[in-house]
């Protein structure tokens, strides 16, 4: 019974965590990881499954800032703590890519599209 129970919360976190992956808002297939994470504010990207523009909002910026302060703050304050500065940094990284997947409302549909699709 312990072991279902150990399963069934497993199977709950993940689908939790993947539904806060970006998801396009028209037809809800994967958009890109990299967009999301790696990208700048005013880049824009396309679904891959029905043509969708989607583009950041200004959420997306102040969560990017958060991130950003999270990891120079972090490796100032963290640093006399745990002196394996590679491990401090992607600890701080993995934080923050939790963080900003978890905080809904980060893009949205670009409403002026000009794809004419035949």
Partial sequence: ??????SNLLVNL???????LPVCLKCSSKLSMSWFLCSLVGTKTRCVNCG????FTNWHK????????IVVFGMQF??????????????????????SINIPGQYKLESQDKLKIK
């Fill in 14 to 20: 993940k689908s939790g965590v993947l539904k806060m």
């Fill in 52 to 55: 969708a523009l989607h583009k």
């Fill in 78 to 99: 963290f640093e006399s703590c745990i002196p394996w500065t590679l491990v401090l940094f992607f600890s701080l990284c993995l934080l923050c890519i939790v963080i």
């Fill in 1 to 6: 019974m312990y072991f279902a129970e150990q």
């Fill in 62 to 69: 102040l969560t990017s800032s958060l991130c950003a302060l």
